[in-house]
């Protein structure tokens, strides 16, 4: 039991008798689902015995370490920590006792908190503490699952990864649940890069399309660090996950990708903030969305370039490809410049399928619906296409496929 | 082989064919000549199924009625089209379109799918024949490509797809004339006695590399004349100005060379 999560919790408690949560009126909640928001229960919750096997099917079975949080808890039984690599410490933050990681949980951000993020701190006791100290080849898979117990339970937990300098690693974050009850999770990430440390930081979201999925990444980067983020949201009713990278030291980069890819009512929503806070840094956003049925494609992107940070760099794209007339697309790229000799461009898009195409492919024997499953495809890989980890490709791949079987 | 009827294709109140008739026999090389506007490309589009136009008459290929079919199925029946303007797909592997169409027709016909070695086979036949490297089958469709890479990449389609029957529309447009050669080649490696061919040209350029059985001149939307490969000399000579009214005499011909 760690007595060093009271004073956060505590602090964040009292801020709960108060806790406004946002409305309409705030831009970066503007498409959430405000009322099941506002149901959802969170609270402690009892571990399960074992993990629902629907949930077991789903994870991506990647060879490396793996931490299993279910309904919030660290899960033991589920992890595989053993004969970690040199440079690797992973802990459930439950355990963890040391005084630094007191000073963790309550680090502060540039980025302001909302409701759902002190909701977070107050009952988001479980987790997990990654430490990298060296540069690791297999990557560290962290899975987060919700199981509601009843409606609208909903579960928090958090997630620290430690980089230190010069140190490099792949961490990948799966969010799962299971059953067909209205139910959520909301899931902090905080990632503080020493120089020069790289890390690949991917977020597999699919969560049962009864569920909400309230995700949030914050990253302080310092000199010459390099982040490189890269979303796939693909579950939930409501999948939400919003990015609010720091770059404090010279020379730091982010580049930042994704994919939602959104069917049925899904509401899919991307809350991207990279603030350039020193010298010639660089960053980049690159996302796609494809959006069928009557699903919701929501991409808030903004690059805030902070007095002082000349010589910034940022090129931000948003690309839609929206395959039915009830599906829509909210894209919203903002720039606030408060520096010189800055480069910032950015772009959107919004496209229905490319007719063209399409008949291109059927003169080539193609069937109809198998020309336009090729275009998709061929739209939404452009996501993948750096992405060196073969079980999450081919686990992708499938994902996207099986939808349209 | 083929046999085309009064075809008309109209977009709107627009009419583009107006009773276009044509016969091509089993291993024949027709060419299509005809300035910019006469239908050309609609004649292409409209044996090739695309949406838009409001077709009338009748086409048989093979004793099917091609235009009660779907573009796929088209392709089932051994169609194949060389497009002007090859779409740019990006994001879709060369490689894996081209075994994708290659067993979709194999399927239609109720053939199994090719295996991935002996496609690789024909794959690298279809590569040689067009002159191109290795790489070119593992880029994305046309995405990027140059004009003759593009138009190479049509003539590897069609030598991987091995069509009864191929339209080449305006495959020389945008080439220089290494570029030409090549595809000139691949076309006539591909000429047997069991492929028709319709090659779509504005210029008599193309026709000196692929020697045409039969010369057509298409003019507002019908075929007003048909010759030897002479035809398209005269046309070379003289252009299109003496076609432009359908009433045509041999007197109009009489400088033509023979």
């Not at chain 1, 996950?241 to 959104?262: C, I, P, Q, T």
């Not at chain 1, 772009?347 to 003169?363: I, N, P, W």
């Amino acid at each position: 039991m760690s007595v060093d999560l009271l004073p956060t919790r505590t602090a964040a408690l009292e801020q709960m008798q108060s806790l406004e949560l946002p409305t309409k009126q705030d831009e970066a909640w503007r498409y959430a689902p405000h009322k099941p928001l506002g149901e959802l229960a969170f609270g402690p919750t009892a571990a399960l015995a074992a993990l629902p096997s629907d949930v077991e099917d789903q994870i991506p079975d990647t060879p490396g370490p793996r931490v299993v949080i279910v309904n919030g808890v660290f899960d033991p039984t589920q992890s595989r920590l053993e004969s970690l690599p040199d440079g690797l410490q992973v802990h459930s933050l439950a355990d963890a006792s040391d005084e630094a990681v007191a000073d963790l949980l309550q680090r502060t951000y540039d980025a302001p908190e909302d409701g759902f993020s002190i909701i977070n701190r107050a009952y988001g006791t479980g987790g997990a503490l990654v430490l990298v100290e060296g540069q690791l080849d297999e990557a560290i898979h962290i899975v987060d699952v919700i199981v509601p117990e009843r409606a609208q339970s909903a579960s928090a937990s958090r997630v620290l990864i430690e980089m230190a300098a010069a140190s490099s690693a792949t961490v990948i974050e799966t969010r799962l649940g299971s059953r067909d009850l209205v139910g959520g999770c909301n899931v902090r990430t905080e990632i503080s890069m020493a120089p020069d440390a790289s890390l690949e930081h991917i977020v597999l979201q699919d969560l049962p399309s009864t569920q909400i999925h309230l995700g949030r990444v914050d990253v302080v980067q310092s000199a010459g660090s390099h982040f490189r983020a890269r979303l796939f949201n693909l579950g939930a009713d409501y999948g939400r996950v919003a990015y609010h990278v720091y770059l404090a030291g010279e020379g730091a980069r982010a580049d930042l990708s994704g994919l939602y890819f959104g069917f049925g009512q899904q509401t899919l929503d991307q809350q991207i903030t990279v603030v350039h806070a020193a010298e010639n840094c660089t960053s980049s956003q690159s996302y796609r969305g494809v959006l069928d049925d009557e699903s919701t494609g929501v991409w808030n992107g903004g690059v805030d370039v902070r007095p002082g940070a000349d010589g910034t760099d940022s090129v931000q794209s948003n690309d839609n490809l929206v395959l039915s007339r009830k599906a829509e697309v909210n894209t919203m790229p903002r720039l606030e410049i408060l520096a010189d000799e800055v480069s910032c461009q950015h772009g959107a898009t919004v496209g229905e399928l490319d007719e063209e195409a399409l008949y291109y492919l059927r003169t080539r024997g193609v069937r109809q619906a198998e020309a336009r499953q090729l275009l998709i495809n061929g739209f939404a890989d452009q996501v993948m296409d750096d992405l060196q980890d073969d079980v999450l490709r081919t686990w992708i791949t499938e994902r996207l496929g099986h939808d349209h079987a | 082989m083929l046999h085309v009827k009064n075809l008309t294709a109209s977009i709107g109140d627009a009419k583009i064919l107006k009773g276009l008739d044509l016969e091509v026999g089993a291993g024949e090389v027709h060419a299509i000549m005809g300035p910019n506007g006469s239908g050309k490309s609609t004649f292409a589009h409209a044996l090739a199924g695309r949406e838009g136009y409001e077709i009338g008459g009748t086409v048989a290929l093979d004793g099917a009625d091609l235009l009660e079919m779907e573009p796929e199925d088209r392709a089932a029946a051994g169609l194949f089209m060389g497009f002007q303007y090859p779409v740019e797909i990006p994001g879709v592997n060369n490689m894996y379109f081209l075994r994708t169409a290659l067993n979709s027709v194999r399927r239609a016909r109720g053939d199994d799918e090719i295996s991935a070695r002996d496609f690789l086979t024909v794959a690298n036949e279809a590569m040689e024949l067009v002159e191109m490297k290795q790489g070119f089958l593992n880029r994305s469709v046309n995405a990027g490509f140059s004009g003759g890479e593009k138009k190479r990449n049509e003539i590897l389609q069609m030598a991987v797809m091995q069509p009864r029957l191929a339209v080449l529309d305006e495959t020389d447009s945008g080439l220089d004339i290494d570029a030409l050669r090549v595809v000139a080649n691949g076309v006539n490696s591909l000429r047997g006695p069991e492929r028709s061919m319709i090659v779509i040209t504005h210029y008599q350029r193309l026709l000196e590399y692929i020697k045409p059985d039969v010369v057509h001149v298409l003019v507002d939307g019908r075929i007003v004349e048909s010759g030897d490969h002479t035809l398209a000399l005269h046309l070379e000579d003289h252009g299109y100005a003496g076609f432009t009214n359908h009433d045509l005499d041999d007197a109009l011909l009489s400088g033509a060379p023979t």
